[in-house]
């Protein structure tokens, strides 16, 4: 129980990734805080989260609102009294080749990928900041270390995310606070079923045969699977990882061999 008496918010945590990362957050101790539009999705997750015997909270919650993300901060306070974890887990996918990318399409990636994810943390640093001690984990993806033909603006969100960890690390190193991100590949995720089915339309390939084709190309000769990132957030959220921060930690499966 590594997390014990630790209070963790997730983001997006309805479904997929943050669903498997609150679960796997929970069965290491932590109370959890379900922090997902979709209220159905959150009270499913908390619901799982208290069958893992740890409390939970579910905050409807839009990360592109402050509003929002004040009174999430606000909840988690009131219910838990601290708040030690919180994972930017939301986000969305949208493909398009550069000359169909619209404004409209750049600002909906950028605001959910990027710019909520500094909001959300933000708002959670004051609470950190007092209690000299706090740990967030953000997600990136292989996307922000490569480039794409046809994912321009969510690559370049998600390089954005990257370099907001090293920057988040090094200012707030001193309060305590340790700041990583993670960097997924190809995750079986109905966010994945939106990958798959816009990019197989770009190429004229049926989504099925894409998804084969990408995993073809992964050295480790499997797709991801929502828990295979859990387990390293689960990492980086606990003591076993306390002289790491500033870090954007590859897990797919070998796509992308850092330097």
């Known amino acids: 129980m590594e997390l014990q008496a630790r209070v963790a918010i997730v983001t997006g945590a309805g479904r997929g990734i943050g669903r498997a990362t609150a679960l796997e957050l929970a069965r290491m101790g932590a109370e959890i805080v379900v922090a997902e539009l979709d209220r159905a999705n959150a009270e499913r997750t908390a619901t799982e989260v208290r069958g893992c015997s740890r409390r939970a909270l579910a905050v409807p919650t839009d990360v592109m609102s402050r509003q929002d993300l004040a009174a999430l901060v606000e909840q988690t306070s009131a219910e838990f009294g601290r708040i030690d974890i919180l994972v930017n887990n ?11 990318v619209t404004e ?4 909906a990636v ?5 710019k909520a994810v500094f909001f959300a943390t933000q708002a959670v640093l004051p609470t950190m900041i007092a209690q000299k001690r706090g740990v967030i984990v953000s997600l990136a993806s292989m996307a922000g270390k490569i480039g794409s033909r046809a994912n321009l603006p969510y690559n370049a969100s998600k390089a954005a995310v990257i370099s907001m960890t090293k920057s988040l690390a090094v200012a707030h190193a001193a309060d305590g606070i340790r700041v990583n991100c993670v960097c997924p590949g190809f995750v079986e995720t109905d966010m994945w079923t ?8 770009l190429l004229n390939q049926s989504p099925e045969e894409f998804t084969r084709r ?28 306390d ?8 897990v797919d499966g070998g796509l992308v061999m850092d330097g």
Do not use: C, K
């Open 90 to 100: 939301a986000g969305i996918y949208r493909a398009a080749t550069t000359l169909e």
């Open 104 to 107: 409209e399409h750049w600002d």
């Open 110 to 114: 950028m605001n959910i990928n990027a």
């Open 194 to 201: 939106a990958v798959a089915s816009e990019q197989s339309a």
């Open 214 to 241: 990408q995993a073809r190309r992964i050295p480790l000769g499997r797709m991801e699977r929502p828990e295979d990132v859990a387990n390293v957030i689960g990492f980086l959220v606990s003591p076993r990882s």
């Open 243 to 250: 002289y790491m921060t500033g870090q954007a930690l590859s």
